[in-house]
Nanobody, 115 residues
């Protein structure tokens, strides 16, 4: 069973930045894709950013130009760099790794954007 552990969340002022990390117990080479999702109170979970095994990326329209997903193969870690944060970015952010026969989720890390 692969474990995903997120870190890097916290409280930040509007306009600030945070970098989320998702450390995996398995090799990220083996994943077909890794994603970041978020869920705000009272809202459904939404896909924020995704990267395929081939390196293709995809972003929600609401974060394009502000968020960047990346991977460090040596550290088996996936990152989400978040810049120009807005109050509406407040949510629990979850890391997700998937393939044809598996689906792994992290426990989430809270991001709060508030002055």
């Amino acid at each position: 069973q692969v474990q995903l552990v997120e870190s890097g969340g916290g409280l930040v002022q509007p306009g600030g930045s945070l970098r989320l990390s998702c450390a995996t117990s398995g090799s990220i080479f083996s994943f077909d894709g890794t994603d970041w999702y978020r869920q705000a109170p009272g809202k459904t979970r939404e896909l924020v950013a995704a990267v395929s095994s081939g390196g293709s990326t995809n972003y929600a329209d609401s974060v394009k130009g502000r968020f960047t997903i990346s991977r460090d193969y040596a550290k088996n870690t996936v990152y989400l760099q978040m810049n120009s944060l807005k109050p509406e970015d407040t949510a629990v952010y979850h890391c997700h790794a998937w393939g044809s026969t598996y689906d792994y989720w992290g426990q989430g890390t809270q991001v709060t954007v508030s002055s």
